[in-house]
């Protein structure tokens, strides 16, 4: 079946297509228009969303489907995950017959379903994701798992493939830890380092002592520039990395330390409020564009001045998840590719 739980287990040629396919959903807004009539998707959120809930549904119906978005717990049953222990919790209905029930009334399912932030190998692993999977019996995309976004990783593959007219290949990307209140997931960090490596960019990593990514996710992105040609590198100073940048990528996520000791990995994180991207920084980089996969706190993770500046993609990232998803539901169902 036809799951697409991350991106980067697809083929290049896939990857290729969907991309290309993307940019002509951008170019004109009625392309391969009413493909689909009599389809029906499920959108399961776990989790708030706009951008995702909004363009799923919008892309879905653009086909010429039919989207059903469920929001567990509200309006539904909530659902237990648990096997072999007596349901004698608050929810009514198991995740099993959930989506085993869903998947009788529609041709794809979409979930979001974030990290625990407490089970770290669960996180990793992403296993409610593949729980939620093994239960349907349609395919499923991962509207943001615990440890994937691959439709915000799509979408920003095409905006950065449109903004260097193809050539992104060697071009300088900066993915920058910034601070943040919360300690936020790395699903996607994770991608999109993913992503520009597939793209054969120049990536570092820049993020302070404490906040490196996942090592298996650093392996496959080294994996992934030696395929395209591309360099994946890390730094704890923020102002070096920009140098030079042509890209600079603001995200925040918690530390690992967070699964076992919580308070400590706050402590570090208050203590790296300069972590922020500011017009400094941007003015260090060559003609470099922000991006950011949204929702940002401004004045937090980056500087109003940035965001209200001309030499931002941030939401050319938000609607190209429009197109990159109508890409991806075509793909899925048509088997273009
Ligand atoms: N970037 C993104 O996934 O936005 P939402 O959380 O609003 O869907």
Redesign the pocket.
């Known amino acids: 079946m036809k799951h697409v739980l991350n991106l980067h287990s697809l083929p290049d040629s896939v990857w290729d297509v969907l991309i290309g396919e993307a940019l002509k959903h951008a170019e004109n807004r009625a392309y391969r228009s009413n493909q689909h009539p009599g389809k029906h998707m499920g959108l399961v959120f776990f989790?708030?969303?706009?951008?995702?809930?909004?363009?799923m549904e919008l892309a879905v119906a653009a086909l010429g489907a039919t989207p059903v978005t469920v929001t567990p717990g509200s309006g539904t049953w909530g659902f237990a995950w648990e096997k072999g222990r007596p349901m004698l919790g608050g929810e009514a209905e198991h995740i099993q017959e959930a989506v085993g029930v869903l998947s009788r009334y529609v041709d794809a399912l979409g979930v979001?379903l974030f990290a625990s932030g407490t089970d770290r190998d669960q996180d990793r692993e992403d296993a409610l994701l593949q729980q939620f999977a093994a239960a349907s019996a349609v395919p499923v995309l991962n509207?943001?798992s615990a440890s994937r976004?691959p439709?915000?990783a799509l979408a920003d593959a095409a905006v950065l493939t449109r903004h260097f007219d193809g050539h992104a290949k060697r071009k300088k990307f900066v993915l920058s830890w910034t601070n943040h209140p919360k300690a936020l997931p790395m699903a996607?960090p994770n991608s999109t380092l993913l992503m520009a490596a597939r793209l054969g960019m120049d990536v570092t990593v820049a993020r302070p002592d404490g906040f490196e990514l996942e090592s298996d996710v650093m392996e496959k992105a080294a994996e992934l520039a030696s395929s395209s040609g591309g360099r994946v590198q890390e730094s704890n100073d923020l102002q070096a990395a920009v140098l030079g940048a042509q890209v600079i990528y603001a995200k925040s996520w918690g530390a690992v330390r967070r699964y076992e000791h919580p308070e400590a990995e706050a402590k570090m994180r208050q203590s790296h409020r300069d972590w922020r991207i500011t017009e400094s920084h941007m003015h260090a980089g060559d003609n470099a564009q922000f991006m950011h996969?949204?929702?940002v706190r401004r004045g937090v993770v980056v500087d109003d001045a940035v965001l209200d500046g001309s030499q931002t993609l941030h939401l050319d990232?938000?609607e190209f998840?429009l197109h990159g998803q109508k890409a991806l539901l075509d793909w899925m169902w048509e088997g273009k590719g």
């Open positions: 989790n708030d969303s706009l951008r995702t809930r909004v363009s979001r509207l943001e976004h439709c915000q996607v996969c949204l929702p990232q938000a998840r």
